[in-house]
């Protein structure tokens, strides 16, 4: 069994930063590309940064400049520092990570159960 947990959510105000942390935990050879989503309220979950296993990122424009996603493979732990955070940045985040838990495997994806990310104005 694979066990992703986000944890560093919550409340912050408007031009703060958090840090949130996406670790793997369980059965697992190798974590390949993970990448950090965010779901608000009635809106559908979206794709903001990604990064592979070798270091390679990308971000959706919303975030560009302010959101960097990091990872320490030997802690199978991804990162993504926010910074001058918005209201609408307001969301739950989760971090999606393709694992192969052993080495004949196959990767499947995992999710996260998420962390709720709050700035106020």
């Known amino acids: 069994q694979v066990q992703l947990v986000e944890s560093g959510g919550g409340l912050v105000q408007a031009g703060g930063s958090l840090r949130l942390s996406c670790a793997a935990s369980g059965s697992i050879f190798r974590v390949d590309d993970v990448g950090w989503y965010r779901q608000a309220l009635r809106e559908q979950r979206e794709l903001i940064a990604s990064i592979t296993r070798s270091g390679g990122t990308n971000y959706a424009e919303p975030v560009k400049g302010r959101f960097a996603i990091s990872r320490d493979n030997a802690k199978n732990t991804v990162y993504l520092q926010m910074n001058s955070l918005k209201p609408e940045d307001t969301a739950v985040y989760y971090c999606?990570?393709?694992?192969?838990?052993?080495?004949?495997?196959?990767?499947?994806?995992?999710w996260g159960q998420g962390t709720q990310v709050t700035v106020s104005s």
């Open positions: 999606n990570a393709h694992v192969r838990r052993y080495r004949w495997s196959s990767m499947t994806a995992y």
